[in-house]
């Protein structure tokens, strides 16, 4: 996978050595304050939410702009479009936009008033760049247990089919942890494992969204995306949160920020908001 620039991403033999549970827990909220009750089932019977409007057109062009002098500033480094990651230590707009109160009204919906959160990675496919995300789930990648973690996928840009949106294998997080193969170079994966034959676990959703719409799904969620083959980019960053009483091991704790309740066990960092918004 790609390298995290706060901590590198564990390799999957470093993973196995850590003892995970991957199983899924449902939500228990009879008394949502944001969502639904029936999206709160819906999460828990397909593992995603979509069409979450958090951002008005005025916000999410500001948003982009701020997004564009980045991208401009990461690629006259000679990095790629989508080496944008753990952007919450680095970028006070980033920051921001992680510890949103609207995002994070929806987050403690699912997994509870006590919630840190703890990534955020740009996943820009610039126009025509080939390259594709195979099916995978989140929790392979991450050395965090129990697997009580959501990812909100922000749409910095427009998402459809034709710029690669994300696409969802519903209900395919009831299956608990999946075995994956390396991708191979001829795939031209983003990330590095592929989950093969998804459609076994259930139907395929195509998750189009607009710019500053949401989607939620669980870390066990089966999902991918095509190549962007459009002259249109397509621009999301991931934002990741976590119940509290996650453990993260290989130091991914450093990069927690409280933006719900409380950590009782103080096992998660409190990072500050960066004091700058772009790099220097």
């Avoid at 050595?17 to 949502?32: S, W």
């Avoid at 395919?172 to 983003?190: K, L």
């Avoid at 590095?192 to 195509?206: K, L, R, S």
């Avoid at 999301?236 to 509290?244: C, E, I, V």
Wanted: charged share 20%; aromatic share 10%.
């Amino acid at each position: 996978m790609l390298k995290d620039q706060f901590q590198a991403v564990p390799d999957s033999s470093q993973l196995q050595q850590i003892e995970r549970d991957l199983r899924f827990y449902p939500t228990t909220n009879a008394h949502p304050q944001v969502l639904s009750q029936e999206q709160v089932e819906q999460f828990n019977r397909d593992g995603y939410i979509k069409d979450l409007t958090i951002f008005s057109p005025a916000e999410i062009a500001s948003i982009r702009q701020q997004f564009d002098e980045l991208l401009s500033r990461t690629l006259a480094t000679g990095a790629d479009s989508y080496s944008i990651s753990s952007a919450h230590l680095k970028y006070g707009f980033c920051w921001d936009l992680l510890t949103n109160s609207r995002i994070v009204a929806i987050v403690k919906d699912l997994l509870g008033e006590n919630v840190v959160a703890w990534g955020s990675h740009f996943f820009c496919k610039m126009p025509g760049d080939g390259k594709a995300v195979a099916w995978h789930q989140d929790a392979s990648y991450w050395p965090l247990s129990p697997s009580r973690n959501v990812t909100a996928w922000l749409a910095i840009d427009d998402a459809d089919i034709e710029n690669g949106c994300m696409r969802f294998i519903a209900g395919s997080h009831q299956y608990g942890h999946m075995t994956f193969r390396d991708s191979n170079p001829a795939e031209h994966n983003v990330l590095n494992q592929t989950i093969e034959n998804p459609w076994q676990y259930g139907h395929e959703v195509i998750d189009s969204l607009a710019a500053g719409q949401i989607s939620i799904h669980s870390d066990l969620l089966l999902h991918g995306s095509e190549a962007n083959n459009s002259s249109r980019r397509r621009c999301g960053l991931t934002l990741r949160y976590a119940a509290a009483e996650v453990r993260a091991a290989l130091d991914w704790n450093q990069k927690g920020v409280i933006v719900s309740g409380s950590d009782p066990s103080g096992h998660w960092a409190n990072r500050p908001r960066p004091t700058r918004d772009l790099p220097e």
